[in-house]
């Protein structure tokens, strides 16, 4: 019993030694600073968290937008190539699938596109008759090279927007193949050969500029029809007349395609020069025979060669500025300059005041003009995009002329 009552003795005192130092402790002068360091020092890791966690993208990381058959994706991802991102997606290829670009192709940049054409069935008319197969190209012309027709460029290769003017046994998308009639022309000594849509002889001239003078010089009759291989002779009456070929050359149109990426080009038609003959009347002065050009005919319309040409732009790392152009009410030629200006005047940041009090995308440095259309200013980019769509047209007639004045001074 007195051995417990000792060790009991002792326990107290243990304890109470114990809860001394405890009350020691907690009035140490040290003790509240090492207290509220450990408290802010976790509560900064919280803030930090909870502001920059949910936004921060891998630096490996890329923006890439899909359209697979008409349907769009934005995603952010570390896939390096398109194959990669595909089978992370569990998207199908199937056979005949075109992805564009190709599976191995490596993804580099922000921005990065990539198309996968399916494939669907397409029935092909030509003379009555209809052809149906599998492809995965949607372009007329190309889809019926693609099965072995001779397209030439006078052919009128078209979709057809009622096929059951057509027949009733169609399936898919339909292509009508109305081909030109070649015919044979000796135009004033010249022979060509020409593809036309003309229906009789007097057409075929007339469709052509084709001038005749008085007289029977036009063999056959004007009135006959126009046939594959006919022979057309159109010979001078009562002139000297001499004709020689040459060539026109083709035209270029550039169509900016904001599939493909800014200040890139592709050719989506290829261009072909067309030919003409200039008719010359030879008249003899003083012994001297003097060619006087009286008339070009053309033979052949150039093909226009077509250019796309890139406005596609990159998405900002960690922001959504793709999605805010497309949202907005800025028509898509416009979105190379519109991202030109943005970049420049606040990297795509909607909250963004600069040191002068200018806010927004663009720096309105009037800040009414920008917080009486959109209140939310600082998180309703589309908003801001919408009023600085405004100041741009009013102010430079266009979002061209304002990225040349941006460009020229630094501001706009």
């Given at each position: 019993?007195?051995m417990?009552?000792?060790?009991?003795?002792?326990?107290?005192?243990?304890?109470?030694?114990?809860?001394?130092?405890?009350?020691?402790?907690?009035?140490?002068?040290?003790?509240?600073p090492?207290?509220?360091?450990?408290?802010?020092?976790?509560?900064?890791?919280?803030?930090?968290?909870?502001f920059?966690?949910?936004?921060?993208?891998?630096?490996?990381?890329?923006?890439?937008?899909?359209?697979?058959?008409?349907?769009?994706?934005?995603?952010?991802?570390?896939?390096?190539?398109?194959?990669?991102l595909?089978?992370?997606?569990?998207?199908t290829?199937?056979p005949?699938?075109?992805?564009?670009?190709?599976?191995?192709?490596?993804?580099?940049?922000?921005?990065?596109?990539?198309?996968?054409?399916?494939?669907?069935?397409?029935?092909?008319?030509?003379?009555?008759?209809?052809?149906?197969?599998?492809?995965?190209?949607?372009?007329?012309?190309?889809?019926?090279?693609?099965?072995?027709?001779?397209?030439?460029?006078q052919?009128?290769?078209?979709d057809?927007?009622?096929?059951?003017?057509?027949?009733?046994?169609?399936?898919?998308?339909?292509?009508s193949?109305?081909?030109?009639?070649?015919?044979?022309?000796?135009?004033?000594?010249t022979q060509?050969?020409?593809?036309?849509?003309?229906?009789?002889?007097?057409d075929?001239?007339?469709?052509?500029?084709?001038?005749?003078?008085?007289?029977?010089?036009?063999?056959?009759?004007l009135?006959?029809p126009?046939?594959?291989?006919?022979q057309?002779?159109?010979?001078?009456?009562?002139?000297?007349?001499?004709?020689q070929q040459?060539?026109?050359?083709?035209?270029?149109?550039?169509?900016?395609?904001?599939?493909?990426?800014?200040?890139?080009?592709?050719?989506?038609?290829?261009?072909?020069?067309?030919?003409?003959?200039?008719v010359?009347q030879?008249?003899?002065?003083?012994?001297?025979?003097?060619?006087?050009?009286?008339?070009?005919v053309?033979?052949?319309?150039?093909?226009?060669?077509?250019i796309?040409?890139?406005?596609?732009?990159?998405?900002?790392?960690?922001?959504n500025?793709?999605?805010?152009?497309?949202?907005?009410?800025?028509?898509?030629?416009?979105?190379?300059?519109?991202?030109?200006?943005m970049?420049?005047?606040?990297?795509?940041?909607?909250?963004?005041?600069?040191?002068?009090?200018?806010?927004?995308?663009?720096?309105?440095?009037?800040?009414?003009?920008?917080?009486?259309?959109?209140?939310?200013?600082?998180?309703?980019?589309?908003?801001?995009?919408?009023?600085?769509?405004?100041?741009?047209?009013?102010?430079?007639?266009s979002?061209?002329?304002?990225?040349?004045?941006?460009?020229d001074?630094?501001?706009?």
């Amino acid at each position: 019993m007195t051995m417990k009552k000792k060790s009991k003795k002792i326990y107290t005192k243990a304890a109470a030694g114990v809860s001394i130092l405890k009350r020691r402790d907690y009035h140490h002068p040290m003790f509240i600073p090492l207290v509220a360091s450990i408290v802010l020092f976790f509560l900064a890791i919280i803030i930090f968290i909870s502001f920059s966690g949910s936004t921060v993208i891998p630096s490996s990381s890329r923006v890439v937008e899909i359209y697979d058959n008409g349907k769009e994706q934005i995603i952010p991802t570390t896939a390096t190539t398109v194959g990669n991102l595909i089978k992370r997606l569990g998207i199908t290829i199937n056979p005949g699938d075109i992805v564009n670009p190709s599976e191995n192709t490596p993804i580099l940049t922000n921005g990065f596109m990539i198309n996968i054409y399916r494939v669907h069935p397409v029935t092909i008319v030509e003379n009555g008759q209809s052809k149906v197969i599998l492809t995965a190209d949607v372009q007329p012309r190309v889809i019926a090279e693609e099965v072995g027709y001779k397209i030439y460029p006078q052919d009128y290769v078209n979709d057809v927007t009622s096929p059951t003017e057509l027949s009733k046994n169609i399936i898919g998308q339909v292509i009508s193949i109305v081909p030109a009639t070649q015919v044979n022309l000796t135009l004033y000594g010249t022979q060509v050969s020409l593809r036309t849509h003309a229906k009789t002889v007097a057409d075929l001239l007339s469709q052509n500029n084709i001038k005749t003078t008085t007289g029977a010089n036009v063999l056959p009759a004007l009135t006959t029809p126009i046939t594959d291989g006919m022979q057309i002779l159109v010979v001078p009456v009562g002139q000297q007349l001499i004709s020689q070929q040459q060539s026109i050359a083709y035209g270029t149109t550039y169509v900016n395609n904001p599939d493909l990426p800014y200040n890139t080009t592709k050719i989506a038609q290829a261009g072909v020069d067309g030919s003409e003959l200039v008719v010359e009347q030879v008249v003899v002065k003083d012994g001297v025979n003097v060619d006087t050009p009286i008339q070009t005919v053309v033979i052949n319309q150039p093909i226009e060669q077509i250019i796309d040409r890139g406005t596609g732009i990159s998405a900002v790392e960690g922001g959504n500025n793709i999605t805010w152009l497309r949202s907005s009410d800025i028509d898509t030629s416009d979105y190379s300059y519109v991202n030109y200006i943005m970049n420049r005047e606040s990297h795509w940041n909607p909250a963004d005041v600069n040191a002068a009090g200018c806010i927004g995308l663009g720096q309105f440095c009037n800040p009414s003009k920008l917080t009486v259309p959109c209140p939310d200013w600082q998180i309703d980019a589309v908003c801001q995009l919408n009023a600085f769509n405004a100041y741009a047209v009013s102010r430079y007639g266009s979002w061209s002329n304002a990225a040349t004045h941006e460009e020229d001074y630094g501001w706009w």
